[in-house]
């Protein structure tokens, strides 16, 4: 089995409330189809989520009654999007059903809690793929507050150990500087958390570079810890997605996980 991650940024126009990008969802869902291979996927919020999500500040919590009406609207746009997502997997025959993280898990001060792994048991017992997504949930000390995409990632990795676990992003994968402004900045294709920890350290690191790496790693490095390959790939170049469930490799990162 794949966990694969649809990034906010690739699914969506992130400097533009709810814009859907349906053209790379309905390529990105054709690569999952032709490639054959048990899949979990997770989505990002993109513009859907994370606009209201900072207006209303959700993620500190309930402190204000204001908030509500802005948690339950950041949560029915993010489920918006999970069925724009949706509608485009089934186009491609893909028999995607939708557990919402708001349903499936609950949060302690933004730790999990509960979180009701056997609903992706049985669904993927039945040859069903089980679609989650960065949500409002809510958070016994904070009432409610965030939970990502990113930390269901983590989560279902530690607990289902798939084949890869793959994260789509709209770059190619890390680099050791910031491409856009360093000439110097090379890519970054085998490496370990490690590796990555002692990148962020050295002190001639980007700060824009440190801060984007570490936000990764802190994801990554439970998953590598359980022994698991992370892959960092663009989604927005033809096939990339395909050829890595294929086992093909093309340009991108990998993470290896440690000996277990
Ligand atoms: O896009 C965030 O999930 P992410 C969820 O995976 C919300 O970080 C509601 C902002």
Known sequence: ????????????????????????????????QRAHKDVILIHGAGSFGHILAKQYRLHDGYKQKRQLKGAALTQA?????????????????????????HVILSLRNHKPLRVDYSLFTRYLDMKFLPVSFGDVVLDT???????????????????????KVIFVLDEDGLYSA?????????FIQDTTVGELKQFTTRSNTHADVTKGMEGKLRTIAPIAK?????????????????????????????IHGEKV
């Open 77 to 101: 746009q993010v489920q918006q999007l999970n069925t724009l997502v949706l509608h485009a997997l089934h186009a491609h025959h893909l028999p995607a059903v939708s557990l919402p993280a």
């Open 141 to 163: 000390t904070l009432g409610f507050s965030i939970c990502s995409g990113d930390l269901l990632m983590q989560l279902l990795a530690v607990k289902f150990k798939p084949e």
């Open 1 to 32: 089995m794949f966990l694969i991650k649809f990034g906010g940024s690739v699914i969506t126009d992130k400097t533009q409330p709810c814009v859907f990008k349906a053209d790379v969802v309905d390529r990105l869902a054709s690569e999952v």
């Open 226 to 254: 359980a022994g698991i390959d992370t892959i960092l790939l663009n989604g927005n170049l033809h096939n990339r997605l395909y050829d890595t469930l294929q086992g093909k490799k093309v340009r991108q990162t990998v």
């Open 178 to 186: 910031n491409p856009k402004t360093d000439r110097s900045a090379t």
